[in-house]
T-cell receptor, first 112, second 114 residues
Framework: GENVEQHPSTLSVQEGDSAVIKCTYS??????FPWYKQELGKGPQLIID?????GEKKDQRIAVTLNKTAKHFSLHITETQPEDSAVYFC???????????FGAGTTVTVRA | DAGVIQSPRHEVTEMGQEVTLRCKPI?????LFWYRQTMMRGLELLIY????????DSGMPEDRFSAKMPNASFSTLKIQPSEPRDSAVYFC????????????FGQGTRLTVV
């Protein structure tokens, strides 16, 4: 099955700086890569996703890049704000499968 | 739509008791997932339903765990008998199709077994 590894496990950044989280996956059949944000006491919520026919996708301060050859994808948050503090999860899923394999999560703290 | 609704939000029970967690998926979604979240193991998929039919329950830890989906708008996860190691946050999620589309998570049920 799919194995997703996520680094770092914790990340502390100064407000206004950028944050980068990296994930690798094992199954070359995976073609859907979502990122979820989980705030304290809440369920994970999708913030951005990318499919294998796209190398990069942006949504305001958030961007995701995908390198299928190397089997890794990354989340970039620019101009970080205190409300970006949360746990972020990457995930991967093959097109013909229902299973979404999650990384272990990254706790991001934005210092004011 | 109010999103995925789970109840109760918190449950404290004694070891050996039966626990039932409930989930109402988003209307129109045909896929439903139950996840368990712990510090040690992260987010684990317990069971997946498609069109109310259990497709894969390989993530269910033991026979003490069971899940049902009697109709498109309701699912339950039952633990009988409960044990302290079952303490975790249990999430229900639904999507319009499988794992290749956005999954919408509920607020979760925090279960504590003492």
């Amino acid at each position: 099955g799919e194995n997703v590894e996520q680094h770092p496990s914790t990340l502390s950044v100064q407000e206004g700086d950028s944050a980068v989280i990296k994930c690798t996956y094992s199954d070359s059949a995976s073609n859907y890569f979502p990122w979820y944000k989980q705030e304290l006491g809440k369920g994970p919520q999708l913030i951005i996703d990318i499919r294998s026919n796209v190398g990069e996708k942006k949504d305001q301060r958030i961007a995701v890049t995908l390198n299928k050859t190397a089997k890794h994808f990354s989340l970039h948050i620019t101009e970080t704000q205190p409300e970006d503090s949360a746990v972020y999860f990457c995930a991967a899923s093959p097109s013909n499968d229902y299973k979404l394999s999650f990384g272990a999560g990254t706790t991001v703290t934005v210092r004011a | 739509d109010a999103g995925v609704i789970q109840s109760p939000r918190h449950e404290v029970t004694e070891m050996g008791q039966e626990v039932t967690l409930r989930c109402k998926p988003i209307s129109g979604h045909n896929s439903l997932f139950w996840y368990r979240q712990t510090m040690m193991r992260g987010l684990e998929l317990l069971i997946y339903f498609n069109n109310n039919v259990p497709i894969d329950d390989s993530g269910m830890p033991e026979d003490r765990f069971s899940a049902k989906m009697p109709n498109a708008s309701f699912s339950t996860l039952k633990i009988q008998p409960s044990e302290p190691r079952d303490s975790a946050v249990y999430f229900c999620a639904s999507s319009s199709w499988g794992g290749n589309t956005e999954a919408f998570f509920g607020q979760g049920t925090r279960l504590t077994v003492v």
